[in-house]
């Protein structure tokens, strides 16, 4: 799925202002513990309607409240913890983008940008999808997915579709690859559907041509395998556009 956000779903993607904040606010150990809270204050619930009339009123209320007041102690603990976690997330995705401050702001700015386009291998659109969506700027880019890394657009040396990639069985399996300049971190989508992703290269390709797209190739009577090849290939697009 390709899609241009317009201003109202850029504001539903926003928290606090920021977007970044947003994506990292997708997971977090505190989410876990509200979701425990609030089944263990239903069950309790259930269990006293269920027994009032076997218990009585008055034990039924006590047995729901011991199991409530807990409950509650945990979604409180929960929403601290990933109030605490999410006010980290810029320190998160300099740490994982190895950007400063100045350049994270500088990402969230060009979000808000009219060229920004989002993308993503499925067709959902709620709040939880939209948290784990790519988009590309005008110089940045975030592939689909809870990793806090941002990527700089020229910086992208391959982003291609694959019904060939070779799995730890020996046998092939289709993947969505893409890498940097550095090739220390990338992003690798085991099967994922073949026209969303054909849509991805094109529209990543599109913004930045001097990606590969391809993951076998040949240059100056050379062939290149895009995947085991990684560095080779990094080696090679450095040197034909004057790289370091």
């Known amino acids: ?38 089944m263990l204050m239903v069950i309790a619930v259930m269990l006293a309607a269920a027994l009032f009339n076997i218990m009585g009123a008055e034990s039924a209320i006590k047995m729901a409240v011991v199991i409530i007041v807990p409950s509650i102690l945990l979604v409180v603990l929960g ?5 605490k976690k999410e006010r980290g997330w810029v320190k998160a995705f300099m740490d994982q983008s190895s950007f400063d401050e100045q350049e994270i702001y500088r990402i969230e700015q060009e979000f808000k940008q009219p060229e920004t386009v989002l993308f993503a291998l499925d067709k959902g659109k709620d709040t939880n999808s939209l948290k784990r969506i790519g988009f590309i700027t005008r110089n940045y880019i975030k592939f689909p997915g809870l990793s806090s890394c941002v ?47 054909l849509e991805i290269v094109k529209l990543i390709s599109e913004r930045n041509p001097k990606i590969i797209t391809e993951h076998h190739f040949a240059y100056e009577g050379k062939e290149y395998d895009a995947v085991r090849g990684l560095d080779e290939v990094i080696a090679l697009h450095k040197r034909v556009y004057g790289r370091q």
Do not use: H, W
């Open 79 to 83: 929403i601290y913890m990933q109030q």
């Open 1 to 38: 799925m390709v899609l241009v956000p317009d201003d109202k779903l850029k504001k539903k993607m926003s928290k606090n202002g920021s977007v970044l904040q947003f994506m990292y606010s997708a997971t977090g150990a505190g989410k876990g513990l509200v979701a425990v809270g609030v």
């Open 151 to 197: 990527f700089r657009l020229d910086d992208m040396v391959a982003c291609f579709y694959t019904k060939k990639y070779l799995c730890q069985d020996g046998g092939y399996d289709r993947a969505l690859v893409a890498y940097p300049l550095n090739g220390e971190y990338g992003f690798l989508q085991d099967s994922p559907p073949e026209k969303a992703s």
